[in-house]
């Protein structure tokens, strides 16, 4: 990459930014008239019969050529679903409770037969063995054909899908980064480069001003101190030197590299310097291209030719972005990435009037920096933050002041768009926490420390599994939180990284909870997200509260035979007995 036409294409990025005067499509200045931005994610068509979304994928994304004679799966989901999404067809069902009935699934390769056997209706990443010895590892993907029959009527019917599967040479250099289409986790070596097994990583760590880093390399064996797995660094990388001396403190300690090229991606001269030149890193996890794509309007196909030129230089790493927007063209942007990350950023802002531009915020006008979030509820006291200017006991409606629970729906909504596209194995969905504030824009205050874990449980709750919080350097006691918050992790993460664990999500008044099942023991993650108390008993998430060991607190959290009750923006990770 060379300075000069970086930073050329920097500046144009800014001027084209400053000519369009929209974000998320919407016109946002007073002198501007209000035009539908467009671009909303369709909701699939009721469907009066039922349809089956049979739907097939490889276990893990790539295989190597040395798995050779490791385990290898197709994972079948069968939902039976009354919405047209993605492949669904009509069923006719047989007499008799749906769940007695099953299908017979066979995967081809090349018109050869690679695993077969039955599967369940209302199946869930079902796994279909096969081998990989007679599959010769290439750099392009290999086409699978998946044909489901249903003999449960009158007559057999057929359903069919297609998918591809990833069976690559070994790498001489580098790393490898895999991704669990069971669960979504990626799987890495250890990011010092020095050998050791795959194992599921939770990344958790900040986008990082580069300058902040290259300035001092010792911040980078803090953070490695404090628990964090990644580093983001945020161009320009205007000197290369500094950033090989920083990756390489990176690797010494080791930490992760997710890397960004947010002010090129379109340029694929750029993108094709860059990736051969950090593609063989043994701790790169993964590529970073569209930074709110949406919000600028980037192109609609920029991410999927992006993501088809890196995969054509690289194919060892998955590709990561993030949406800025609510509904804005999801599914086009969605299309060229591995992984999607929201960036909902609700604290210390007006998000129903703009302090920047002095008009209000609807779906067809204007820009809060919360994208289409909405206010806490008229009346809800127990939500206003003690350095909210309402005065005290009044909350109207539209009061402008922003709702953690815009954090899981929108993660929530990510979830079921994908399941919609048919996506939902391939992709996965990691969460951006806010983590500044007070600098002049929007935002008038950061988070605190104990919001800032609020708003990253949120997240976790609804499925996410990353959080790259905006931005570090942060306040004191953010980093201290979130410090803590990641040293728990490894407590916690088996569990969300199980594929045999049921997640289920709950509301007790402010708190959002949590639970992952497994056979013997039961994950518990809850947060308040009000400024009172909250009290939840066991009973109400369906437990008996026996052997509970706390994890993690944050704020106040106590446990009792009963249950748990959080204090103000308290939260909490328990294991507790099944």
Not at 32 to 43: D, K, W
Not at 318 to 336: F, H, I, K, M
Not at 467 to 484: E, H, L, R
Request: negative net charge; glycine residues 8%.
């Amino acid at each position: 990459m060379k300075q000069v036409s970086l930073s050329a294409f920097f500046f144009a990025q800014l001027l084209t930014a400053s000519l369009a005067q929209t974000w998320c499509g919407k016109h946002y200045m007073s002198s501007q008239s209000v035009v539908v931005p467009g671009g909303n994610f369709p909701l699939p068509a009721v469907s009066k019969d039922p349809l089956l979304a049979f739907r097939c994928a490889p276990a893990i994304r790539p295989y190597l050529a040395e798995d050779a004679s490791s385990p290898a799966a197709i994972l079948i989901d069968s939902p039976v679903v009354y919405y047209e999404i993605a492949g669904a067809k009509v069923v006719n069902f047989a007499a008799g409770p749906v769940s007695n009935a099953g299908l017979d699934v066979t995967i081809r390769l090349n018109g050869r037969t690679l695993a077969s056997g039955p599967v369940p209706l209302n199946a869930t990443a079902y796994e279909l063995p096969f081998g990989l010895e007679s599959i010769t590892p290439q750099m392009a993907a290999y086409n699978l054909s998946c044909e489901a029959t249903y003999s449960g009527y009158a007559s057999a019917q057929t359903f069919s899908a297609t998918t591809t599967l990833f069976v690559l040479p070994n790498p001489t250099t580098g790393s490898v980064t895999k991704m669990d289409l069971r669960t979504g986790a990626l799987l890495a070596k250890p990011a010092t480069g020095m050998g050791g097994a795959y194992e599921p990583v939770f990344p958790i760590g900040f986008y990082t001003s580069f300058n902040y880093l290259a300035t001092n390399l010792s911040v980078i064996d803090e953070l490695k101190e404090q628990g964090f797995t990644i580093i983001h660094p945020v161009p320009i990388f205007n000197n290369l030197t500094a950033l090989n001396m920083v990756i390489d403190r990176m690797q010494e300690v080791g930490l992760y590299l997710m890397y960004d090229m947010r002010f090129t991606y379109m340029n694929s001269t750029s993108v094709t310097e860059q990736v051969n030149s950090i593609k063989n890193r043994p701790n790169l996890l993964l590529w970073y291209t569209g930074d709110e794509p949406d919000g600028t309007s980037d192109p609609l196909n920029a991410t999927t030719i992006a993501y088809d030129l890196i995969y054509h230089l690289d194919g060892y790493h998955p590709v990561s972005l993030v949406l800025n927007c609510r509904d804005y063209y999801w599914s086009s942007y969605t299309a060229g990435t591995d992984v999607i990350m929201q960036d909902v950023y609700m604290v210390g802002n007006n998000v129903t009037f703009s302090n920047e531009w002095n008009t209000t915020c609807t779906p067809n006008f204007g820009d809060c920096g919360c994208d289409n979030c909405v206010s806490i509820s008229a009346g809800d006291t127990a939500a206003v933050p003690p350095n909210s200017t309402l005065p005290a006991g009044y909350v109207p409606a539209n009061s402008g002041v922003g709702t953690y629970f815009d954090i899981s729906e929108r993660v929530a909504s990510f979830k079921n768009r994908l399941k919609v596209m048919g996506w939902e194995r391939t992709k996965a969905v990691w969460t951006v926490p806010q983590a500044f504030g007070g600098d002049g824009e929007y935002w008038k205050w950061a988070p605190t420390g104990e919001e800032w874990v609020v708003q990253s449980i949120m997240g976790i709750n609804q499925g996410a599994l990353g959080v790259i919080p905006w931005d570090d350097p942060t306040p004191a006691d953010i980093k201290a939180s979130a410090s803590a918050f990641a040293m728990s992790l490894p407590k916690t993460t088996p569990f969300l990284f199980d594929p045999a664990a049921v997640r289920t999500t709950y509301v007790v008044g402010g708190a959002s909870i949590a639970t992952w099942r497994t056979r013997t023991l039961t994950l518990v993650l809850a947060t308040n997200t009000n400024y009172v108390g909250q009290t939840v008993s066991w009973e109400a998430l369906g437990l008996k509260g026996v052997g509970v060991t706390i994890v993690f607190t944050a704020g106040s959290a106590e446990t009792s035979s009963d249950g748990f009750t959080l204090g103000s923006i308290g939260s909490g990770a328990f294991v507790v007995n099944a």
